[in-house]
C-alpha cells in the first residue's frame, strides 16, 4: 500500500458541481457557468464574474461563497452559493472497470434501502413519463403506498426536496408535491437512482405502463454509403447503437473506392508510448474504433490510450495544474442544504495543499487527440475514409490505391502515391492523467471524450450529462467563454457531438430520440408566445409564411399560438394542428411555381432556375423565392417540435439532400429516381448500364443535361458540352445526370428550407440534433402522417374515454367508422382533432361526450382535447347523416 499511495490521488477524478440558492431551494449553474467557476476556483481566484442572460451580471466570491447581483434585476442582491465535491475513480469511467464513487455528496449515494431507492426510481419515473398527469406528482407520505419508504427517511425527502418537491403539512396528512413544468431535472435524477440501484446489485424497475403506443418508427439512425435507411438498428462492440458514417460532401463521380467499396487492407504506422514504431495491418473495413480497440489490446496497461498525429502540436490554455493531496479541514462538512447554509461551511473554501504547478510546465494538459482520431466516437466510419493520411489502402493484390487528391477541383483526378511515400505515423499516449486533469479543471472537452469514446462506460449518468449539458450550451450560443478557455472552437465541439449523439442514442426508440432533440431546445418564455394570426381564405399561405418570417429566431422558441380571424377559438392545441395541416394541403396548390407533385404523389421543389423566373406575387407575400422555402422549413420544423404533421409526404431524395451531406451511389439514386418518377423509368433500370450504348439509345449523347420544363442546358463536368456518352463512361454520366437532377438541380431550395429548420432546432446542418439523431426517411414519415386504417380505428376506439350516457351512440360511432372508407375517416379525424392524417405516435386520447339536442342537431367537437360531443341520437342512420353533415359543413371553429 506505501508504493501504491502516491499514485492513488492520480487515479482520482474529483467532480465538482456549483449551485446556487433559489428561494431555499438549491439549483445547479449551467454547464458551462459550473467549468468556468471551477476553474477559477483552480486558479485561487478570489472571486470571478459571470454573464447570465438573460438575468444579468453577477460576481461569484469563491472564497466567502456567495454571488452578488452586478447588473440586471436586484443589482447588489447577495445570496449564497456551494460548491460540492465527489471523488471518482477514474476506472468508473471505463469499460470493463469496476471503479467507484468516493466521498460523494449526492444524497442519493447515501441511500442503502432497496426499498426506498425503487420507490424513487418508481416516483420519478412515473413523472418523467408521464408529465401531464398531475396525480403522479403529489406523495402523501403518510399513505400505506409511502409511509414505511419514502415517508419515514429523511435523505430521500431531501433529494425530493432539492429537486424542486415541496413539502406540505395538512393536519396529520404530509404531502411532497412536484408543481414546476420542467421535468429535466427528473429524468436526471432517476438516472442517478437507477445507478445507485445497479451498484448495489439491482435491477431497476419495469417502465411504468403507460397510453404510449409502440410505433413502427425506424429505431436506428442507419445511414449508409449507398443511403439506404434501413429500419434496422445496429449496435457497436460494446453494445451501444450508432447511426451510420458520417463522411465528407463528395462529388458523385469517383471510382469504386470513392463509391463505397473498401480495400482490402490498411496499413497504419503507430508510435507508441515507449517511442518504438510499430506497424499495424487491418482489414479494409476497419473503423477507427477498431483501430483504437487493436491499440487498447496491444497495450493492455494502457487504460486509456489516446491517437494523435506526429505533426501535430496543440496548445492548451495555461491553467494552473494542482497537485498533491487534498485536504478538508476539520469540521467541513461535504455538503449543506437550504438558505441561510445551514450545514455549509463558509469561508475559506475546500482546497488542495499550496503545492501548484503551473500548466505551462506541465506537459500533460498539452495532449491533444486529432481531430480526425477523435472522431473515433462514431462507429462503422471506415479508417481509410476519416484519415488517409494515415493510412494506406491496398488492394487484394497488394497494390497501393490512390487517395482523392484534395488539392483538385477535378472529381476524377486522384494522385498515385509511390510505393516508398509512407503515410503519416498515429502517435499513442497515455491519455488517462490529461483526462483526469481536464476532468478537475472543468476543461474536458466533447473532443477529448469522442476520441476514447469506445473506451468509456456511457451507462454512467455524469457522462450522458456532461454531453447533453455542453451541446445544450454549444447550441444556445452561450459557450464561447469557456470554449477559449478550453482552447477548442465551438465547430469543433459541435462535430464531436454529433458522433457522441450518434453513439449514445442513436440506436434509441424514435419517441426517445425526439425527446432527446427536444432536451435540447431552449426553454420556451410561457409568458411570451409568438403569435400568428392567418385568414383561411385565399390569403391563408401569404399570412402564415409572412407571419412565420416576421417572428426572429428567439420569438420562435416561444410558445406558438395560432388565431384565425374571425373564429372564437383560442389555441390549446386543436387551431395549431389545423394550422400545419393546412400549410402542407395548401403548398402544391398555392404555391405552385415553387412546389411540383411528383407521380408517386409527394412534394418536390421545382429546379432552381424555375423558380427563380417566379412573379413575385406566387411567393406567398415573400419578395424572395429563398424566403418561401425558408419558411416552408419553419413551419416544418414547428410542427416537428410540437408533435404535428402536415399530411403531405415530402420526396425522400429532398429530405435526403436536406438532412444529409454523405456520398450518394449510383445504386440509390436510380432508387430515389424510381421512387420519385416511377419504376418504369428507364434511368431506374439495371438494363441501361447492361446493355451497350448503341442499344439503349444513349449513344452520342453529351455530359451535359437539359433541366426539366426548361431550356436551360447545364454541364455536368467542366467541358461537358465537348464530351461523348460512352461504354466507358455511361455509369458516370448517369449517375452525375441523377445527381443533377435530384440534388444539384435544387439546392438552393434545400438550402433555404433547412435553414427554416434549423431556425427551429439550431445548430447546422451537420450539428443540428434533428438531423443527426433522424434518418430523413424518418422525418418524411412524421411530417405526412399515415390514413386511418382499419387498425387505427381499433386503435381509436381503444383509447377512447366515452361517458355511459351515449354509450350507445359511441358503438354506433365505431361501426360507421369501421364501414366507411379511409377518406371519410380522414374528415372524421380532422374535425375532431384538428388533422386528417394520424401521427407517428398514433391516436393517444379521444374522448366522447353528450351534448344538448336531438336527432336534428349537429354533434361539436373541441379539437383541442380531441373530444367529440354529441346528442343522444335515436338510430344509427341519424347519427351518420349529421355526422356527414357536421363533417361537410365545419370549415373553421365557428361551428363549436
Not at 19 to 31: I, K, L, M, P, S
Not at 864 to 890: F, G, I, V, W
Request: proline share 5%.
Amino acid at each position: 500500500f506505501a508504493n501504491l499511495a502516491p499514485h492513488w490521488e492520480a487515479l482520482m477524478a474529483e467532480l465538482a458541481r456549483w449551485q446556487w440558492d433559489d428561494a431555499g431551494t438549491w439549483r445547479e449553474f449551467a454547464e458551462q457557468l459550473q467549468a468556468q467557476m471551477e476553474a477559477a476556483y483552480q486558479r485561487r481566484e478570489r472571486s470571478i464574474e459571470l454573464e447570465i442572460p438573460p438575468f444579468g451580471t453577477f460576481r461569484m466570491d469563491l472564497q466567502q461563497l456567495t454571488q452578488t447581483t452586478v447588473r440586471g434585476r436586484n443589482p447588489g442582491y447577495e445570496r449564497e452559493i456551494r460548491r460540492q465535491v465527489r471523488k471518482i475513480e477514474l476506472g468508473y469511467f471505463l469499460l470493463g472497470y469496476e471503479g467507484e464513487i468516493c466521498s460523494s455528496d449526492s444524497l442519493v449515494d447515501r441511500l442503502e434501502d432497496i426499498e426506498v431507492l425503487q420507490k424513487l426510481e418508481r416516483v420519478l419515473r412515473r413523472i418523467s413519463e408521464e408529465p401531464e398527469d398531475f396525480s403522479f406528482r403529489s406523495l402523501n407520505l403518510v399513505d400505506d403506498e409511502y409511509r414505511d419508504n419514502l415517508g419515514s427517511n429523511d435523505d430521500a425527502q431531501q433529494f425530493l426536496e432539492e429537486l424542486g418537491f415541496e413539502l406540505i403539512e395538512e393536519g396529520p396528512e404530509c404531502f411532497l408535491v412536484f408543481m414546476q413544468e420542467q421535468v429535466e431535472g427528473i429524468r436526471a435524477a432517476q438516472k442517478d437512482v437507477e445507478a445507485r440501484l445497479k451498484k448495489l446489485g439491482v435491477k431497476s424497475l419495469d417502465p411504468v405502463e403507460s397510453n404510449a403506443v409502440e410505433s413502427n418508427a425506424v429505431e436506428s439512425n442507419e445511414v449508409v454509403e449507398s443511403n439506404d435507411v434501413s429500419n434496422e438498428p445496429k449496435a457497436t462492440p460494446n453494445g451501444h447503437g450508432h447511426g451510420g458514417p458520417m463522411q465528407q460532401v463528395a462529388s458523385p463521380l469517383t471510382t469504386s473506392q470513392g463509391s463505397g467499396d473498401a480495400p482490402a487492407t490498411c496499413e497504419i504506422s503507430l508510435v507508441l508510448p515507449s517511442g518504438e514504431t510499430r506497424k499495424m495491418n487491418l482489414p479494409g473495413e476497419a473503423t477507427l474504433e477498431d483501430l483504437l480497440m487493436e491499440v487498447k489490446a496491444m497495450i493492455p496497461e494502457l487504460r486509456l490510450p489516446c491517437l494523435k498525429s506526429g505533426e501535430e502540436q496543440e496548445q492548451w490554455p495555461r491553467l494552473e495544474a494542482t497537485t498533491g493531496t487534498k485536504h478538508k479541514k476539520k469540521g467541513q462538512k461535504a455538503h449543506g442544504r437550504g438558505k441561510g447554509g445551514k450545514g455549509l461551511s463558509k469561508g475559506v473554501p475546500e482546497s488542495k495543499t499550496e503545492s501548484t504547478t503551473p500548466e505551462s510546465a506541465d506537459p500533460v494538459m498539452h495532449q491533444a487527440p486529432m481531430l480526425e482520431m477523435s472522431l473515433a466516437a462514431e462507429p462503422d466510419l471506415r479508417l481509410w475514409r476519416a484519415c488517409p493520411r494515415h493510412v494506406i489502402a491496398r488492394d487484394v493484390n497488394g497494390k497501393r490505391l490512390p487517395t482523392k487528391d484534395e488539392g483538385s477541383t477535378d472529381p476524377k483526378v486522384f494522385t498515385f502515391p509511390d510505393t516508398s511515400t509512407a503515410s503519416l505515423p498515429v502517435v499513442v499516449e497515455d491519455f488517462e492523467e490529461a483526462f483526469t486533469k481536464r476532468l478537475q479543471t472543468g476543461l474536458l472537452r466533447l473532443r477529448d471524450l469522442a476520441s476514447v469514446a469506445p473506451l468509456l462506460d456511457w451507462e454512467k449518468p455524469e457522462l450522458p450529462k456532461m454531453l447533453m449539458g455542453r451541446l445544450k450550451s454549444l447550441l444556445e450560443g452561450s459557450c464561447e467563454a469557456w470554449c477559449k478557455a478550453a482552447a477548442c472552437s465551438q465547430e469543433d465541439e459541435l462535430l464531436c457531438a454529433r458522433v457522441l449523439l450518434r453513439r449514445v442514442y442513436g440506436a434509441l426508440s424514435l419517441d426517445e430520440r425526439l425527446r432527446i432533440c427536444r432536451d435540447l431546445l431552449p426553454p420556451e418564455k410561457k409568458d411570451r408566445k409568438a403569435r400568428v394570426e392567418v385568414d383561411r381564405g385565399e390569403d391563408f399561405l401569404k399570412n402564415s409564411f409572412t407571419g412565420l418570417m416576421r417572428l426572429s429566431v428567439e420569438e420562435l422558441r416561444n410558445p406558438l399560438s395560432i388565431c384565425f380571424k374571425n373564429e372564437v377559438a383560442e389555441d390549446y392545441g386543436g387551431p395549431r394542428r389545423d394550422f400545419f395541416c393546412m400549410i402542407g394541403c395548401r403548398l402544391c396548390s398555392d404555391l405552385k411555381t415553387l412546389w411540383r407533385r411528383l407521380p408517386t404523389g409527394a412534394l418536390a421543389p421545382v429546379p432552381d432556375v424555375v423558380a427563380e423566373t417566379s412573379p413575385k406575387d406566387t411567393l406567398a407575400g415573400l419578395s424572395e423565392v429563398e424566403g418561401a422555402y425558408r419558411a416552408s422549413g419553419r413551419a416544418a420544423g414547428l410542427a416537428l417540435k410540437y408533435g404535428d404533421v402536415l399530411g403531405e409526404e415530402l420526396a425522400g431524395f429532398f429530405m435526403y439532400q436536406v438532412a444529409r451531406d454523405d456520398t450518394v451511389s449510383l445504386e440509390e439514386l436510380q432508387r430515389q429516381i424510381a421512387e420519385s418518377e416511377g419504376s418504369d423509368d428507364i434511368r431506374a433500370s439495371r438494363k441501361l448500364l447492361e446493355c451497350h450504348v448503341s442499344e439503349s439509345g444513349i449513344k452520342g449523347l453529351k455530359l451535359t443535361r437539359t433541366i426539366t420544363g426548361t431550356a436551360t442546358e447545364v454541364e455536368l463536368v467542366p467541358g461537358g458540352h465537348n464530351l461523348e456518352v460512352t461504354e466507358e463512361n455511361k455509369a458516370d454520366w448517369l449517375r452525375l445526370h441523377l445527381h443533377d437532377k435530384l440534388y444539384r438541380s435544387m439546392q438552393k431550395a434545400a438550402d433555404s428550407f433547412r435553414q427554416g429548420i434549423l431556425d427551429i432546432w439550431g445548430g447546422s446542418r451537420r450539428t443540428c440534433p434533428l438531423l443527426v439523431l433522424l434518418t430523413p426517411a424518418e422525418l418524411v414519415r412524421i411530417w405526412a402522417g399515415s390514413g386511418v386504417s382499419d387498425a387505427d380505428v381499433r386503435r381509436w376506439k381503444e383509447v377512447a374515454t366515452v361517458s355511459h350516457e351515449v354509450q350507445t351512440q359511441a358503438g354506433w360511432l365505431w361501426e360507421i367508422l369501421e364501414e366507411s372508407d379511409e377518406a371519410y375517416r380522414a374528415k372524421v379525424l380532422k374535425f375532431t382533432t384538428g388533422v386528417h392524417r394520424i401521427g407517428y405516435v398514433g391516436i393517444q386520447s379521444f374522448e366522447v361526450q353528450p351534448a344538448d339536442g336531438q336527432d336534428e342537431s349537429l354533434p361539436r367537437a373541441m379539437t383541442c382535447a380531441n373530444m367529440l360531443q354529441m346528442p343522444r341520437y335515436s338510430s344509427k342512420d341519424c347519427l351518420a347523416k349529421q355526422l356527414r353533415k357536421a363533417t361537410e359543413l365545419c370549415d373553421g371553429f365557428q361551428i363549436l
